[in-house]
């Protein structure tokens, strides 16, 4: 069955960067987008960027340029960085695939906390 | 950006009754390929996002025919009928045809 997974980092300090993996099963990285979403605590979602099937990558300008996501597809893993961390920043993050409708199917979420 | 707009912020539902959530985009959600991506989403608590409707009217797999989509441009709406207790949580619509994607901020549905 589908699945993703995310993983890192629970605290990042500020200025510092975010990493973050997304770990899939049951579909492959060639044939289905994969996006970040971020959620802060108690609000809504925002969109982050997508990893398109061809290699390709769209990102939300309320990101760019410190947002950067990358691929794996032999290990089927997306990969997030985010440079320049703020406390803002603190929320948790999903990746989702993109199927009939644009997030499908979800990770379980990382909370990410940016603080000193 | 497109602005949704979410409509109420939040409703109390007592089990068995019914409810609609109002979503309104700020231009038209009819994308040049024809299609309108609006999607609907349930966030139960402590739990991520699930995918209700895609595209307007289509229910996702496994979601009961107590719950659906329409409207066109740009007023949307989501209907659950028959209101069971594993439908509380948040209400979430998203537009998919202009980037960047954006999201509703969100219908509450709670027990009265």
């Known amino acids: 069955q589908v699945q993703l997974k995310e993983s890192g980092p629970g605290l990042v300090q500020p200025s510092q960067t975010l990493s973050l993996t997304c770990t899939v099963s049951?579909?492959?990285?060639?044939?289905?987008?994969v996006h970040w979403v971020r959620q802060h605590s108690g609000k809504s979602l925002e969109w982050m960027g997508r990893?398109?099937?061809?290699?390709?990558?769209s990102y939300s300008s309320a990101f760019t340029p410190r947002l950067s996501i990358s691929r794996d597809t032999s290990k089927s893993q997306v990969f997030l960085k985010m440079n320049s961390l703020q406390t803002e920043d603190t929320g948790t993050y999903y990746c989702?695939?993109?199927?009939?409708?644009?997030?499908?199917?979800w990770g379980q979420g990382v909370m990410v906390t940016v603080s000193s | 950006d497109v602005l949704m707009t979410q409509t109420p912020v939040s409703l109390s539902v007592s089990l068995g009754g019914q409810v609609s959530i109002s979503c309104r985009s700020s231009?038209?959600?009819?994308?040049?390929?024809?299609?309108?991506?609006l999607h609907w989403y349930l966030q139960k608590p402590g739990q991520s996002p699930q995918l209700l409707i895609y595209?307007?009217?289509n229910r996702f797999s496994g979601v009961p025919d107590r719950f659906s989509g329409s409207g066109s441009g740009t007023d949307f709406t989501l209907k659950i009928s028959r209101v069971e207790p594993e439908d509380l949580g948040v209400y979430y619509c998203?537009?998919?045809?202009?980037?960047?994607?954006?999201f509703g901020a969100g219908t509450k549905l709670e027990l009265k």
């Open positions: 989702a695939r993109n199927g009939l409708g644009p997030f499908d199917y």
């Open positions: 049951g579909f492959s990285l060639t044939s289905n987008s």
């Open positions: 990893m398109w099937s061809d290699g390709d990558t």
């Open positions: 231009q038209s959600l009819v994308h040049s390929d024809g299609n309108t991506y």
């Open positions: 595209r307007v009217s």
């Open positions: 998203l537009q998919s045809t202009h980037f960047p994607y954006t």
